[in-house]
Nanobody, 124 residues
Framework: QVQLVESGGGLVQAGGSLRLSCAAS????????MGWFRQAPGKEREIVAA????????YYTDSVKGRFTISRDNAKNTVYLQMNSLKPEDTAVYHC?????????????????WGQGTQVTVSS
């Protein structure tokens, strides 16, 4: 099993930036597609961004396009989410997830390894 640990969350004012990291350990980390999801209180978990193993396929949900950037450093077993121009509606717990099957997936059920999450709070 792959263990995922997120970091980098916090409190930021609207318009600010945060960079989330997701470090993987455990089972050999190879060939996995990765995704970032978020869940706000009272709302369903939604995907934010996803990236293929080599980074050639990248997808973003419409609400973060142009503001967020997903990237990965496979040598460091780490995936990042750079979040700029943050808005109060971005407030949520952010989770990273791995799809060990390898394809870039858009639904939570296709990801089989999850981190515990990191809180992002954007004040107005």
């Amino acid at each position: 099993q792959v263990q995922l640990v997120e970091s980098g969350g916090g409190l930021v004012q609207a318009g600010g930036s945060l960079r989330l990291s997701c470090a993987a350990s455990g089972r050999p980390y190879s060939g996995y597609a990765m995704g970032w999801f978020r869940q706000a209180p009272g709302k369903e978990r939604e995907i934010v961004a996803a990236i293929s193993w080599r980074g050639g396929e990248i997808y973003y949900t419409d609400s973060v396009k142009g503001r967020f950037t997903i990237s990965r450093d496979n040598a460091k077993n780490t995936v990042y989410l750079q979040m700029n121009s943050l808005k109060p509606e971005d407030t949520a717990v952010y989770h990273c997830a791995a799809n060990t099957g390898g394809w870039v997936a858009w639904t939570a059920r296709e990801y089989d390894c999850w981190g515990q999450g990191t809180q992002v709070t954007v004040s107005s």
